[in-house]
Nanobody, 115 residues
Framework: QVQLVESGGGLVQPGGSLRLSCAAS????????MGWYRQAPGKQRELVAS???????NYSDSMKGRFTISRDNAKNTVDLQMNNLEPEDTAVYYC?????????WGQGTQVTVSS
C-alpha cells in the first residue's frame, strides 16, 4: 500500500501562483511515476503533469509553460508549481503514484482561481 498526502491548495486570484505538494509513504517501489491530475466540476479527470524517478517530466499541452513539476526521490515527494493561474484551472487536484500495474490516488486538494 502507498499513502499520498497532498497540501497547498486554496483560493488564488487570476494571474496568481500556488504550489502543491504531495508526500508518498508506504511500499514505495523503484522506477515509479508520481504526478498530478485534476478534475473540474462536470469534467473528466485529466493529467496535469507527471514525472518518473529518472526525472523525465510529462506535461499536458495546455499547461506546459505555466506549470512545473518537480520531485525529490529521497523524500518521495512531488511538487507542482502553478503560475499565471486562470479561472479555468479551478479543480480538485489529485496526487497520483504509479508503479508497474499499481496505481494510487491522494484525497485531492481544491484549487480555486477567482477574483
Amino acid at each position: 500500500q502507498v499513502q499520498l498526502v497532498e497540501s497547498g491548495g486554496g483560493l488564488v486570484q487570476p494571474g496568481g501562483s500556488l504550489r502543491l505538494s504531495c508526500a508518498a509513504s508506504g511500499s514505495i517501489g523503484s522506477r515509479n511515476a508520481m504526478g498530478w491530475y485534476r478534475q473540474a466540476p462536470g469534467k473528466q479527470r485529466e493529467l496535469v503533469a507527471s514525472m518518473t524517478t529518472g526525472g523525465r517530466p510529462n506535461y499536458s499541452d495546455s499547461m506546459k509553460g505555466r506549470f512545473t513539476i518537480s520531485r525529490d526521490n529521497a523524500k518521495n515527494t512531488v511538487d507542482l508549481q502553478m503560475n499565471n493561474l486562470e479561472p479555468e484551472d479551478t479543480a480538485v487536484y489529485y496526487c497520483h503514484y504509479a508503479w508497474g500495474f499499481l496505481s494510487y490516488w491522494g484525497q485531492g486538494t481544491q484549487v480555486t482561481v477567482s477574483s
